[in-house]
T-cell receptor, first 110, second 121 residues
Framework: RKEVEQDPGPFNVPEGATVAFNCTYSNSASQSFFWYRQDCRKEPKLLMSVYSSGNEDGRFTAQLNRASQYISLLIRDSKLSDSATYLCVAWYSSASKIIFGSGTRLSIRP | NAGVMQNPRHLVRRRGQEARLRCSPMKGHSHVYWYRQLPEEGLKFMVYLQKENIIDESGMPKERFSAEFPKEGPSILRIQQVVRGDSAAYFC???????????????????FGPGTRLTVL
């Protein structure tokens, strides 16, 4: 089992829709979590840090459920520009270890 | 405040040559990470360094690959005797510091450079 697992997608949704991704992690020692987005042939860019139970930034909401060991990302009122691959990241500070998920591909259609 | 810088952006090498990839972290960042991304695949962690120290090289191939982050100057990822399978995008990221229990989690946040695309002919 991978340490960080994501549904690879692709998710193909119409503009304006709400879309949610889940990411599960296997190591309960994970302390910090992040969502990154990566456009084709570009570097990953930080979307949100996820700590405590979650946080919200405009159309994006990230939630953390430590009991069930998953992190979710919700995108409301999706835009064409949201089309990208979304990477889930778990960080284990005590082990100096960071694990990237393989990413979920999202395609927003007009 | 310049972001993470990597050079060259594109590098072409013939089989058997050496490739040197450079990464300058963001100002004030003392932690550097290298990742490899093969076409149509996810990011694979290679190595985590602090100044003059390798903290975790568990993702680094045992042969031909090495990394350093000297006291002065950029971090270098070196690939000796390159083979076609080394063709990939190599990303560097930096962070302010390693998160420690009780500290702000933002110290763990990594910021990525634009990457170096290595092509081995």
């Amino acid at each position: 089992r991978k340490e960080v697992e994501q549904d690879p997608g692709p998710f193909n949704v119409p503009e304006g829709a709400t879309v949610a991704f889940n990411c599960t992690y296997s190591n309960s020692a994970s302390q910090s979590f992040f969502w990154y987005r990566q456009d084709c042939r570009k570097e990953p860019k930080l979307l949100m840090s996820v700590y405590s139970s979650g946080n919200e930034d405009g159309r994006f909401t990230a939630q953390l459920n430590r009991a069930s060991q998953y992190i979710s990302l919700l995108i409301r009122d999706s835009k064409l520009s949201d089309s990208a691959t979304y990477l889930c990241v778990a960080w284990y500070s005590s082990a100096s270890k960071i694990i990237f998920g393989s990413g979920t591909r999202l395609s927003i259609r007009p | 405040n310049a972001g993470v810088m990597q050079n060259p952006r594109h590098l072409v090498r013939r089989r058997g040559q050496e490739a040197r990839l450079r990464c300058s972290p963001m100002k004030g960042h003392s932690h550097v990470y290298w990742y490899r991304q093969l076409p149509e695949e996810g990011l694979k962690f290679m190595v985590y360094l602090q100044k003059e120290n390798i903290i975790d090289e568990s993702g680094m191939p045992k042969e031909r690959f090495s990394a350093e982050f000297p006291k002065e100057g950029p971090s270098i990822l070196r690939i000796q005797q390159v083979v076609r399978g080394d063709s990939a995008a190599y990303f560097c990221a930096s962070s302010p510091g390693q998160g420690v229990r009780g500290r702000e989690p933002h110290t763990d946040t990594q910021y990525f450079g634009p990457g170096t695309r290595l092509t081995v002919l």
